[in-house]
């Protein structure tokens, strides 16, 4: 949600830039916006940074201060506010900034509060440290990393330490390089289209208790996994060794091969009906 904005100019071209963005905040910029856009046709998404518009006049920047950095424009605005700062700049001149508050659902904050008493979680956000800090302490105080580009966050993620497999969930097109190299990544539906085609998972709603659910599918899986191939093992050799005693009959020998394979599957069953009953 647009927060506040320096002016309806600033607004105006932030807008018309950021409808050719699927990022989840310059949509929030074009649904709040309800004027006239500016047409622009020569748009570069940089990932991680913002939007570069070429016109015969000069340059357009619409992004984070780094992108303004980058093309030596100066932001004559030090002031921190909670919310994505996306700074604007006309033909080398600063001349504002849009502010867009994130709004985190109350069932999401529970997901992520539940999910941190099991797993150890860790907050990768291209958002600047007085944000990030807000953000954090809302979730139930974990760690973060801010002021990221996408390089620098798969640099944070390959350097986080555990035993286990990596899972990362994200949804915009900065955490497609991410979610691709992640031992599991997970998309958003209502992200952009190259997170979610190179994510494992998609949650198609958007909705973080689904994560929980499928965290709890996985471990449920997992033990059934387990518990077929233990019970087939072990029954296979128990026959094995019987019939080196020469106690097998034909029917023990069915019951080791297609008798195991139908109870396993049946046990496998399981995974669907639980899912059914919740």
Request: a neutral charge.
């Amino acid at each position: 949600m647009v927060g506040e904005f320096t002016d309806l100019e600033t607004l105006k071209i932030a807008a018309s830039a950021d409808r050719f963005s699927s990022h989840p905040i310059a949509i929030s910029i074009v649904d709040f916006y309800e004027g006239e856009y500016y047409e622009y046709e020569n748009i570069e998404e940089v990932p991680g940074l913002g939007l570069v518009i070429k016109t015969d006049e000069g340059t357009i920047l619409v992004g984070n201060r780094k992108l303004l950095g980058k093309h030596n424009v100066k932001v004559n605005d030090k002031k921190a506010m909670v919310g994505s700062n996306v700074f604007v700049s006309k033909y080398g001149k600063y001349i504002g900034k849009v502010i867009v508050k994130d709004e985190i659902k109350e069932s999401s904050m529970n997901v992520i509060r539940r999910l941190s008493r099991k797993y150890k979680i860790t907050m990768l956000t291209g958002d600047n440290e007085f944000i990030a800090k807000d953000v954090a302490g809302s979730l139930g105080g974990i760690n973060y990393e801010s002021g990221l580009l996408p390089e620098e966050k798969i640099t944070i993620f390959n350097n986080l330490k555990t035993k286990n497999p990596k899972m990362y969930v994200g949804d915009g097109i900065n955490d497609a390089p991410l979610l691709r190299n992640a031992d599991i990544g997970i998309a958003m539906g209502g992200g952009s289209e190259i997170a979610l085609d190179v994510a494992d998972v998609i949650i198609m709603n958007d909705d973080l208790a689904l994560l929980e659910k499928a965290l709890e599918i996985a471990r449920k899986t997992k033990r059934i996994v387990f518990q077929n191939i233990t019970f087939s093992l072990g029954i296979k050799f128990t026959f094995l060794v019987l019939a080196g005693f020469g106690y097998s009959t034909m029917l023990m020998a069915i019951f080791a091969d297609v008798g195991i394979t139908l109870i396993a599957v049946m046990n496998s069953l399981r995974i669907i009906y639980s899912r059914g009953k919740k």
